[in-house]
């Protein structure tokens, strides 16, 4: 539990000190989220392709050998690993809510119980060479399902700003006028992200302006719930990597009863 929430400061600090750094400084920042989603991805990817040879091939196949995963693997990983990275440096840049620093903190203790039990119950049923990712899958997608519904069910009754008298080359300068950052290329991906956010807003209430006010709020909502998923899905994996770590693959399975046993 204090890994989750010392990798939590680390996150905290960097949506602090981010848009101060230079290129340099963000680059590492970047690789910092890099590496461990690289780790992940790879470990999981190649879990999977275990569980896919293991049904499709026998095992003194030589097959085997040149399937299991490789630098052409690593590599395709590495690139969604570097998009997620991306994603989550772009949201921390862009600040998160002070509310939702609360949530995770809040579900931290959660995650630590839910981690156990959810290997304890799977323990009985999953096969053991393959509980680790499978119970670790389970809980990232149901967190994630939870957060993503909550945090932008909460966004939904933000207020939404007004673009009905603009056009969409205004829309997009508006959104994209007020990003500062001291790193040059953080400044053009922040720019680039709010000009995307403008260039949604306006599209929604354009295109779907014949709708009730609560029509044009879900359309709002289904934004909000892109936005919200570019940072928490990336940062629940790295709550499940640091979770590994901590914790380990290993995990006590109840034995169970031989048939021939009294």
């Known amino acids: 539990m204090l890994a989750l929430l010392a990798l939590l400061t680390l996150l905290l600090l960097i949506d602090q000190w981010l848009t101060r750094l230079g290129d340099g400084a963000v680059a590492a ?4 989220l890099w590496l461990p989603l690289l780790a992940l991805l790879f470990w999981r990817r190649r879990m999977a392709r275990r569980a896919w040879l293991r ?11 040149r399937l299991h995963g490789g630098l052409v693997m690593l590599f395709g990983q590495g690139l969604v690993a570097g998009a997620l990275a991306l ?9 998160v809510p002070s509310s939702t620093w609360i949530v995770l ?14 290997r304890c119950y799977l323990g009985r049923h999953a096969s053991e060479e393959f509980l680790a990712v499978t119970a670790a899958r389970l809980l990232v997608w149901g ?5 993503l519904l909550g945090l932008a069910t909460w966004g939904l009754w933000r207020p939404l700003p007004d673009l009905g008298e603009l056009s969409l080359f205004e829309a997009v300068g508006h959104f994209s006028a007020s990003q500062e950052a001291q790193s040059p290329l953080l400044r053009f991906l922040l720019t680039l992200t709010a000009a995307l956010d403008g260039a949604r807003h306006w599209l929604a209430q354009h295109w779907f302006e014949g709708l009730p006010g609560l029509g044009l709020r879900l359309v709002a909502w289904m934004v909000v719930l892109v936005q919200e ?8 994996l790295l709550w499940e990597a640091v979770s590994h770590v901590v ?3 290993a995990t006590a399975v109840r034995t169970q009863p031989s048939p021939g046993a009294n």
């Open 87 to 95: 994603a989550l440096l772009i949201s921390l840049a862009r600040g």
């Open 29 to 32: 920042a970047w690789l910092l």
């Open 105 to 118: 903190v809040l579900c931290v203790p959660l995650w630590a119980k839910a981690w156990s039990g959810t």
């Open 143 to 147: 967190a994630a399902a939870l957060l």
């Open 55 to 65: 049904v499709h091939l026998r095992r003194e196949s030589p097959w085997v050998g």
């Open 229 to 236: 998923w570019l940072f928490v899905w990336p940062s629940l």
């Open 247 to 249: 914790y380990g693959h």
